[in-house]
């Protein structure tokens, strides 16, 4: 399963950023994401295929 990333880091820029600045970085995040959810679901449907296969 997929591991929440420590958000320490983001919160201190994000209370330390301008509100437009603030609004790019949670776009960027939500980004990076949902690209590992995509990553992590191609990979676990990648293992599904290829157990399949194999049996």
Do not use: C, D, G, H
């Not at 330390?16 to 995509?38: H, V, Y």
């Amino acid at each position: 399963m997929l591991k929440k990333r420590k958000t320490y880091r983001f919160k201190r820029n994000v209370t330390n950023a301008s509100p437009i600045r603030r609004r790019i970085m949670l776009r960027n995040a939500q980004r990076k994401i949902s690209l590992r959810r995509r990553m992590f679901t191609l990979i676990l449907a990648e293992e599904a295929i290829q157990s399949s296969e194999a049996s």
